[in-house]
């Protein structure tokens, strides 16, 4: 299988309506993929595809998840490569019948089929990003609807060592030894009615604000796809804080100033950008968007009249390879975010690489020694463990087997594939250590207090995002634009704040929102939810439907604020009064909720809708 998807087929597999013959090169994301399952087919097919009453079930598209997004680490082919067992698989392997995979069926001996590709993963179970559970509980199946969604080509040959591949599968398995795709605390009849939803989504032009998107993400969404995007930390108070804050900082307009026209261009990291924020790094756009995920953020970021930079992040479901080149122009502006290996020579080679990519920039990620405890998605991944308390209930001696074995808890596996690509140890010493690697601008991510922002300045940095990861890390952080208005002023008095770029993330939905951090000094803002949410219902169309949104309001804002450029902003056109007066608890005003009717969100077309909105 090479960088594009293309697997190079060594025998004779099911085509569609034919058998396609050895040596044949056949694009696995592109066509349709058809697996026998008696007389329901289910099939990976392009991204818009639909159910019909010929039982053809887009499975992949409304239901591409897996265990693994439960700790965020699905790997592309360059993000594997970060351990280092480089497996190139060896296909003049014999054949491999169905029958003899079955016999292999329990966690003590269990071998896979992948894309018609026989595995013995009995040593990975311990170690697998997702837990033990999923694969124990398809020990001696054809695993492809699982694993094959939101996995980027190649990741079975950089992540698995030779060993464990066994050769080419002969013959197609048996339909009840197929695996449906991984759907927990969801019914056919919820599955078919998500791919309804999909086929009715309004028409794009319809939507006017970035709410719109999340809404109609959250009814077409399979149940871990939405818990593991909208997840914020325990009770999500740094999550719902983000937000708030910018509702606590009104304007001061001015008035009778020309603004007939508006500049909103400025210069971010040394590169000239049309819009003064970006598009922040998100993991596992196949979660969403299966068939392109952050293929079609990059072409969204690039297509339209408004170019926004893009940070790609290295737990991407695709490769940074396959990023980089769907960007429409080679000048497009991408970045690259960093988790730092423990492995520092792993962390130097990746960054050689990008920087020959043509990535513009680094943003190292400092807020994640650890996973945050994110409620919603340990729930749902808890819930999908019932497939494979079935498994093991069906089979006894699977439990005879297991009843001693210390990964039995998921979340162990996980833990342990999480330190090969987060280092816990990481200290300013490594920050400056890789100063001595790259040419590249290095930005901090997460920075969550101005003594350390401070101390960026200090030590030489680029710039830092203010940023508690979107609320997903240490509930109870502070959000980050009343950070931005407490650091500036000290940047200031220290005569430190032209050292460094400051960037702010989380919670910002409105152009009014964007305003506002440019405003308190911020050189840009990164908005990561959205995107996710406009990528899954709508790919590219939606990312640059989303952009123009922000733009326009951008545009407008500053009009009415009365200034004509991005220079002219500053914190003398806000109102801080109440910035910090947060208060978990606030007296409800019963007048004015009386009277209140909020705006209404898109709808689907033909009557397709909830009724459950008040649940929203």
Request: charged share 25%; aromatic share 6%.
């Amino acid at each position: 299988m090479n960088r594009s998807g293309t697997l190079l087929l060594t025998k004779k597999l099911p085509g569609v309506g034919k058998l396609v013959s050895r040596g044949t090169a056949v694009d696995i994301n592109a066509g349709t993929k058809y697996y026998s399952k008696a007389s329901t087919k289910i099939f990976r097919s392009k991204y818009n595809g639909s159910y019909s009453n010929s039982k053809k079930v887009n499975w992949s598209l409304a239901l591409a998840t897996i265990a693994a997004a439960t700790v965020s680490l699905t790997l592309s082919p360059w993000n594997a490569s970060q351990i280092s067992n480089d497996a190139n698989i060896n296909d003049e392997k014999p054949l491999i019948s169905p029958d003899e995979v079955a016999k292999h069926h329990t966690p003590a001996d269990c071998w896979v089929v992948i894309h018609d590709k026989v595995y013995d993963l009995t040593s990975f179970i311990p170690i697998h990003p997702g837990g033990p559970d999923i694969i124990k509980s398809n020990a001696g199946k054809d695993v492809t609807n699982i694993f094959g969604p939101i996995h980027a080509p190649g990741v079975i040959e950089k992540y698995l060592p030779p060993r464990c591949y066994l050769g080419p599968l002969e013959s197609p398995m048996p339909s009840h030894l197929v695996c449906d795709p991984y759907t927990p605390g969801e019914s056919k009849a919820d599955i078919i009615r998500k791919l309804e939803l999909r086929k009715n989504l309004p028409p794009l032009n319809s939507l006017v604000n970035l709410y719109d998107f999340e809404k109609l993400a959250s009814k077409i969404l399979s149940n871990q796809a939405w818990a593991y995007y909208s997840s914020g930390a325990e009770d999500e108070i740094s999550y719902r804080e983000n937000h708030s804050a910018y509702r606590r900082i009104f304007f001061k307009p001015r008035i009778l100033v020309d603004v007939s026209k508006v500049d909103t261009n400025t210069e971010m990291l040394g590169s000239k950008t049309d819009v003064p924020f970006y598009v922040s790094a998100t993991a596992l756009c196949k979660l969403g968007n299966p068939r392109e995920g952050e293929k079609d953020i990059a072409r969204g970021c690039g297509q339209g009249s408004t170019k926004v930079p893009q940070m790609i992040s290295t737990l991407a479901s695709c490769s940074v390879d396959e990023i980089v080149e769907a960007a429409p122009s080679k000048d497009q502006i991408e970045w690259y975010q960093v988790y730092v290996n423990s492995d520092r020579k792993i962390t130097k080679d990746m960054i050689k690489h990008v920087e020959k990519l043509g990535i513009k920039a680094l943003f190292v990620t400092v807020d994640a020694p650890s996973l945050g405890r994110r409620e919603k998605d340990l729930k749902i991944k808890f819930l999908g463990s019932d497939q494979g308390a079935k498994v093991m209930k069906e089979n006894p001696e699977i439990v005879n087997q297991d009843k001693n074995d210390n990964d039995s808890e998921p979340a162990n596996g996980a833990s342990r594939a999480l330190s090969k690509f987060i280092d816990p140890s990481l200290t300013w010493n490594d920050i400056m250590e890789m100063r001595k690697w790259t040419k590249l601008p290095i930005v901090i991510k997460g920075v969550q207090r101005v003594e350390d922002v401070v101390k960026a300045a200090e030590v030489g940095v680029n710039g830092v995002v203010l940023s508690n990861h979107g609320g997903r890390q240490l509930d109870y952080s502070r959000p980050p634009i009343e950070l931005l208005a407490e650091a500036m002023p000290i940047l200031k008095e220290k005569q430190l704040d032209d050292k460094l770029e400051l960037y702010v993330d989380g919670g910002i939905r409105r152009g009014t929102d964007v305003l506002k951090a440019l405003c308190l000094g911020a050189k840009g803002v990164g908005l990561g939810r959205p995107f996710l949410y406009a990528n899954s219902c709508y790919g590219k169309d939606g990312v640059q439907r989303a952009i123009e949104m922000l733009t326009e309001e951008l545009e407008m804002s500053m009009r009415l604020l009365g200034v004509t450029s991005i220079k002219d902003l500053s914190s003398d056109l806000l109102d801080l009064t109440n910035l910090k007066g947060r208060s978990v608890n606030v007296s409800k005003d019963y007048l004015f909720d009386n009277v209140y009717r909020t705006n209404t969100l898109a709808s689907f077309q033909n009557g397709y809708d909830d009724d459950d909105d008040d649940d929203d």
